[in-house]
Structures are given as C-alpha cells and as structure tokens.
C-alpha cells in the first residue's frame, strides 16, 4: 500500500479499504473529494461510540450484501485483529443470513473462516425439531412484544400460510436475540445494512430495536454512517429517515 497514495486524505482512506488502486487517481483529479471521504472513513477506523472492531463487522456485513468477496475478507480480518470474538462474527453471519438470504451469508462464512481459521465442526449438530416450539399464536405474541403491535405483513403470512410465519418467527427470534452477537450490536448490525440497501423503514424497525436494546442516537448514527463509503452519500437519507423514525421510542 505504502507509496499508492499521497495525501492525508488518501492514505486515511486507504485505512479504511486497503490498497485501492482507484484511490490514488482520485486524489489527483479530485482531492478534496478524497478528503471528505477521509473524514467519514476517520469514524470508522478510530473508536468513537461503538468500537473499530464493531464498525469493521458491519462493513464487512455491507460489503457481503455488495458481493464485493475481496472488501469482506478485508473487514473481518479488521475485526479479528481488532479482538471481534469469533463467536460474535459468526453470530453476525446468521442475522445477515435472514436479513438478506444465502449468498452474503456464505461470503461472509467464508471470510471468517480465512480470518480466524477454519471453523471446528467436531461437535455434531443435534436434531432438537420438537423443542422448537412455533405456531400462529405464539408468533403474533412474539411481534406483539417486539413491536408493540402485529404488523400487518405478520398477520398476511400467518392467515395465508401459516406455517411460513412459524418459520419467520423461528429464525427471527434466533437470529436477533439468541446469536452470541449481542442483541444491541446484531440490530445495528443490521440498520447499517438497510441504510447501505436504501431502505428507511428496515432502518427504523432496527434502530427501535437498537433503542430498546440500549443503544443511543449516537451509536446509530454511527452505526449507519459505515455504510456510506460503499452504497454512497444516497445511504444516508434513509439512514436518517430511520433514526429520526425510531425517535418514538426513546419518547416513550
């Protein structure tokens, strides 16, 4: 990397996603572009309220749902010299799992694997089907609890086709609270990853769960502003709708 660039602002933001051979054209034609960028990559690369590690997770989260391969081994390599546990990256893959399906969750497997070495599968899985209690009702209690409510796309899928909404359920309840991620940090997890994919009302639902979970306005801004150097400055206007939106909870 040394030697690719030549600015302040270049080398800050080759901190942030390693040697980029587009960057140091960039801060020739367009330096103080490079330095705005440096300045929301100085957020990311330093603690501030959430730690670097935390911020290298989420960024590694956006860069799989981006199937940018090279950027998400980058960022959990990060988070792992940053002393991310294992454990937590791995709970990360599963909220990314139900949060935007099978291909970013292999590619972040994948880059866990290269950063903390392969995973040990010594211990066989056990089938436990019948402890995992799930039907119509018990759903409706669960978002009843969660959002104070049953949304209405709750309520479709559980008229409709019931058992799709036990396995929604199931997966929700896994991923978002019984993951060794904790609760607070899997749901700005997954509002960096809505702000990164422009989506202002997946933000909100997270960062009221962030809230209710302890974290501060700050952190989800934090939390939100990661996705800006890879979906844009387009990024923030739904990161914000959100947080804004969210602020009923924190008035309650």
Known sequence: MAGTVSTSGGRRTAELVGDAPWLSRLEVSTPKFVEGLARVADV?????????????LFAAAICA??????????????AAKAGVAREHAEGASVGLL?????????LFVAATDAAYGPADHAAAATDAT????????????????????VPDYVELLGDRVGAGLEG???????SLGETPLPA????????AVNAAEYQPRFVAIHS?????????????????????????????????????????????
């Open 130 to 149: 019948d402890s995992f209690d799930a039907d119509v009702p018990g759903a409706y209690a669960y978002f009843e609890r969660y959002f104070g409510f």
């Open 44 to 56: 990311i690369t330093t603690d501030g309220t959430l730690p670097v590690g935390l911020k290298a």
């Open 65 to 78: 749902v981006k199937r940018d391969e090279a950027l998400v081994d980058h960022f959990l390599a990060v």
């Open 98 to 106: 139900i949060s935007r399906g099978i291909t970013p969750h292999q």
């Open 184 to 191: 607070m940090d899997m749901e700005l997890l997954l509002c």
């Open 208 to 252: 009221r769960g962030a809230r209710r979970a302890g974290a501060t306005e700050e952190q989800l801004v934090e939390a939100t502003l990661v996705a800006m150097p890879f979906a844009g400055v387009a990024s923030w206007l739904p990161a914000a709708q959100g947080v804004i939106d969210s602020r009923d909870v924190a008035d309650s």
């Open 168 to 174: 929604y359920f199931l997966m929700r309840e896994s």
